[in-house]
């Protein structure tokens, strides 16, 4: 009897369990597809339609008057303040600026990774250990300087300004990568250095293969980094030909009329930030949540 | 600085004729690898040289100048560090930011916590976890703008939800709700995150140990106390002083959303570098505000790394 009754209350703790991850699902996903709705509403609606589930009048307008599809006239007949907007080119740069610093970075970083974990050369330790002293130092202290050197070297609003800090690496990159190298046994490369591949043909031949998982861990945490960026490219890069999306969206929020943004196109073009990460997280969403895990760094 | 790249340039150019003289010989090993590890660390360290110790000194240097972008820095002592102490904005700014931080680690690991255990106890499912990811892979300024609209005085859903639930309308906008409200929205983006790395570390904790605790009786909340939490406690403590770093650097949210000019109560202090810096041009003086969150920042990422250390030797 007692038994009965305690696996019915476990099952009805199961079910307030679930309900309560299906809730946490809900207020995840809500907000994104709140943001969906909007950009599919046609700005005359968005009062008619405040609380509508979905818009009476669904249009793609706010999308092509975003992406610089429409005219100026049309544009501001849909809501727009009619400047100039072009999502999609913001958008191109988003991804070549998260590529480029996520590929080279976690490359480089490999490569300094593997010889801290690996090499013997003279300053070896006392080198890593100023790297990872640098993990303490905040952004925004050399964010500062960093700015003023750009600036005088007239690379403002370059596509190279842009990635300058961090297309070589970052520390704790470095960090990570080293500390996956050590987990290594020296014996797997060690017979290839004697074959005469040298280590250079180690590291490529034998550890980068090995180590798929942290670096494809790396690679995406800066993916995803970088695609969040904001302040560094807001301060060197606010220029038509190097904006990002994140700083377009600012641009975007700036430019409407006080009394009301035009949240219609301003949902529009965060669909368009939403997408790629959506696509990301389809087909790497698995590799993405397993590398989410401190113990990995061994 | 210039020990770093001079050892490597010179490393570089030191020649290499080992291995031409006696092919008959078998290949010794060299003594070290002194010759190929300049090719390794090049790219790194010119990085890191550059990017990170050259203005980590000049960051520094700029804290004791007078120095407004238009001119040369100028020496001018403890100056700047003296008028912080008298700047009331300075101290606003902490203030407004530790009630941020406060707010936003408490609620986010709280829930994160719950998450964590409950996806732990009743599912492996990685679309689950996938999806609680999603808000993080999203930019802060997307964030920003999603509960900006979701929480607009006149047409938000957020307050037409809170009247049809019978609660009168929230301007989340005031004074008075203005960082509540940042600070939830931040632990909407942050907590799947932070829940992922603590399921990831309840993975860890042998399954045996709850099967043995299930035959003795125990339930659900029991085993949570008794066996989740203390063999969790590192990875906690790890996940709880990353969570802290990063949510002392509450910028980008702020920014966009206050379209660059938030109202005293949000006004962060990284937001308030930023406007010292680059909207009154006094880089001196925000320099040695930066100074301040070295200081805090660097004590955290310094028991960061001792807990890295210390959940290595506990997790085996």
């Not at chain 1, 006239?73 to 849909?78: P, S």
């Not at chain 1, 798929?212 to 560094?232: E, F, Q, S």
Request: hydrophobic residues 50%; contains cysteine.
């Amino acid at each position: 009897m007692s038994s009965m009754s305690a696996r019915r209350g476990s099952r009805i703790g199961r079910g307030m369990a679930w309900a309560i991850l299906i809730a946490a699902v809900l207020v995840t996903v809500f907000p994104f597809y709140w943001m969906v709705r909007t950009a599919l509403t046609p700005a005359g609606d968005l009062f008619a339609d405040s609380h509508a589930l979905w818009p009476h009048h669904p249009t793609l307008i706010n999308f092509k008057r975003v992406l610089g599809m429409t005219s100026a006239e049309r544009a501001r007949a849909a809501g727009g303040s009619g400047a100039q907007i072009n999502f999609l080119w913001y958008t191109l740069n988003s991804i070549i600026y998260s590529a480029v610093i996520a590929i080279a970075q976690t490359f480089f970083c490999a490569m300094a990774g593997y010889a801290f974990a690996r090499l013997r050369f003279p300053f070896r330790d006392a080198l890593f250990g100023i790297l990872v002293a640098a993990l303490m130092v905040p952004p925004i202290f050399t964010l500062l300087p960093n700015f003023t050197m750009v600036k005088n070297l007239g690379l403002m609003n370059t596509f190279f300004g842009l990635v300058a800090p961090s297309v070589l690496m970052t520390p704790f990159a470095v960090f990570f990568l080293r500390q996956f190298f050590l987990s290594i046994p020296k014996e797997v490369e060690e017979a290839a250095v004697l074959d005469g591949v040298g280590r250079w043909g180690a590291f490529w031949r034998i550890i980068v293969p090995m180590s798929r998982g942290p670096l494809i861990t790396i690679g995406l945490t800066t993916t995803v980094w970088a695609w969040k960026d904001y302040l560094w490219p807001l301060l060197v890069g606010r220029g038509e030909h190097t904006r990002v999306l994140t700083v377009a969206l600012g641009v975007f929020l700036q430019q409407s009329p006080n009394t009301q943004p035009d949240w219609t196109g301003l949902m529009a073009g965060s669909t368009l930030s939403v997408l790629p990460v959506l696509v990301l997280l389809i087909f790497l969403g698995k590799r993405l949540v397993q590398s989410l895990n401190f113990s990995g760094i061994k | 600085m210039t020990v770093l790249t001079g050892w490597t340039s010179g490393e570089a150019a030191a020649p290499s004729r080992d291995g031409h003289g006696a092919p008959a010989r078998r290949p010794r090993r060299p003594r070290d690898d002194r010759r190929v590890a300049p090719l390794f660390i090049a790219p790194v360290l010119i990085g890191f040289a550059v990017f990170y110790v050259y203005p980590t000194v000049r960051g520094v240097w700029f804290s004791v100048t007078d120095y407004s972008l238009l001119n040369s820095p100028s020496y001018v002592g403890s100056d700047n560090y003296s008028e912080l102490l008298h700047d009331d904005q300075f101290w606003n700014s902490l203030k407004v930011t530790a009630y941020y931080v406060g707010i936003n680690i408490v609620s986010q690991t709280v829930l994160a916590l719950g998450l964590a255990a409950l996806m732990h106890r009743l599912t492996r499912s990685a679309v689950l976890r996938a999806t609680l990811l999603l808000p993080w892979l999203v930019p802060n300024v997307t964030v920003g703008l999603l509960w900006a609209w979701l929480l607009d005085a006149n047409l938000g859903f957020a307050n037409h939800l809170l009247h049809s639930m019978g609660v009168g309308t929230v301007s989340f906008y005031s004074p008075t709700w203005a960082m509540p409200s940042v600070a939830l929205v931040n632990t909407w983006a942050y907590t799947g995150y932070t829940a992922l790395l603590l399921y990831a570390g309840m993975l860890q904790i042998p399954q045996e140990l709850y099967e043995s605790a299930v035959v003795d009786g125990a339930g659900e909340f029991r085993m949570f106390r008794r066996i989740t939490l203390p063999l969790l406690r590192p990875i906690l403590a790890l996940v709880l002083v990353v969570s802290l770093i990063g949510s002392f650097q509450i910028f980008d949210t702020v920014a966009v959303v206050y379209r660059g000019s938030p109202i005293p109560e949000t006004r962060v202090i990284y937001f308030y570098i930023y406007q010292q810096a680059f909207t009154f041009f006094h880089m001196g003086y925000a320099s040695a505000v930066a100074m301040v969150l070295v200081v805090i920042l660097g004590l955290l990422t310094f028991v960061q790394l001792r807990l890295l250390r210390a959940s290595r030797s506990d997790l085996g």
